[in-house]
């Protein structure tokens, strides 16, 4: 990416073990994020580019001498983030703090939406899966990379539990995979707030039993009424606006908890007396998707949950620009990338 809009195909040089940590992957599948299209919109220009991409599976082609969890051959996902999951951030559940950890695309590392990627960190980071790399689960598996971990860190954080009614701010991928989340953690009513059809259809499919298609104190109002005035105990606010996290305090009970997804784009909040007089709880942040992936594979693995519907077409690498401007024309859920 050179700047806001301006994403391009070039060849890079072929990834190369650097450090004994090091693995090579062949990239199989990769997709476009939603926060990618945060610097879509608004990237200054600039002369050198960025790679892009940081989630993607694929097949180990080469290994440092120091790993040993992986070779050549195996098919992996790889979190979001690198880490060692031994430091003591990691074995915390911190994994995004990870101190030998890093992000792609950002101080020589490769970005995910490219044909190779040289990982650091291999044993801490890669996850063997135990199918073929043409596996009509690929997509799904793919999302451990991210929007599935991040969904259910939202429900995770927000302690989304048997019983609860939970409100999803959002009907993006990671909105609607914390829809998945949240059914899977035994929530009882489960409320979409999302103004596309399409969209929010799927997510009935993955579990909500409410749709709420107004915004701002029409919507607050509504998600009121349908609980009877007090609010939902459990708010996942999956955009990132001002505006969604007051719909999340609107709508919260009091002593509730908001966990917060969506990558703020605003740096001051409506987080004064009033929030404190109410005993609520904001939580959230980054996903440490490691933590998360031995657990939800699984699930996959079997058929319990299938997040891989969140991709709603697919591009190939060459395309990759067609996939970003889709995606930010609100064309296209989630662009799935292939190699």
Not at 129 to 158: F, W, Y
């Amino acid at each position: 990416m050179y700047g806001a809009g301006d994403v391009r195909i070039e060849n890079r040089p072929d990834p190369t073990i650097q450090q004994p940590t090091d693995a090579v992957v062949r990239t199989v599948l990769s997709c476009v994020c939603g926060s990618d299209l945060w610097p879509y919109k608004s990237m200054p220009a600039t002369g050198t580019g960025r790679p892009m991409g940081h989630e993607f599976l694929g097949v180990v082609e080469e290994t440092g001498a120091g790993v040993s969890g992986v070779r050549a051959g195996d098919l992996v996902v790889a979190p979001f983030t690198y880490c060692d999951n031994t430091c003591d951030y990691c074995a915390r559940g911190l994994h995004f703090s990870c101190r030998q950890g890093g992000r792609y695309g950002f101080d020589g590392v490769d970005g995910g939406q490219g044909e190779a990627v040289r990982v650091p960190q291999a044993d801490g980071t890669l996850v063997k899966l135990p199918v073929a790399a043409d596996a009509a689960l690929l997509p799904s598996l793919l999302t451990l990379s991210d929007v599935m971990t991040t969904g259910h860190h939202g429900a995770v954080t927000a302690g989304v539990g048997h019983g609860d009614g939970v409100l999803v701010i959002g009907d993006g991928a990671v909105g609607l995979c914390a829809v998945i989340a949240a059914r899977r953690l035994g929530a009882e009513r489960i409320i979409l707030m999302g103004r596309h059809t399409t969209r929010t259809d799927l997510g009935r499919d993955f579990g909500a039993t409410d749709v709420v298609a107004e915004r701002g104190e029409e919507g607050i109002a509504r998600v009121r009424d349908l609980t009877g005035g007090d609010g939902v105990e459990k708010v996942i606010e999956a955009v990132g606006t001002r505006q969604t996290l007051q719909t999340a305090l609107g709508s919260v009970v009091d002593g509730g908890t908001i966990s917060r997804l969506g990558i703020p784009q605003y740096e001051e909040g409506p987080v004064g007396p009033s929030m404190i007089m109410r005993n609520l709880t904001l939580t959230g942040g980054a996903s440490p998707s490691r933590a998360y992936i031995d657990e939800l594979l699984p699930d996959i693995l079997d058929g319990t949950i299938e997040p891989g519907r969140v991709f709603d077409r697919s591009f190939s690498v060459d395309r990759t620009p067609d996939a970003y401007q889709a995606m930010a024309d609100r064309r296209v859920l989630k662009a799935l990338i292939t190699l």
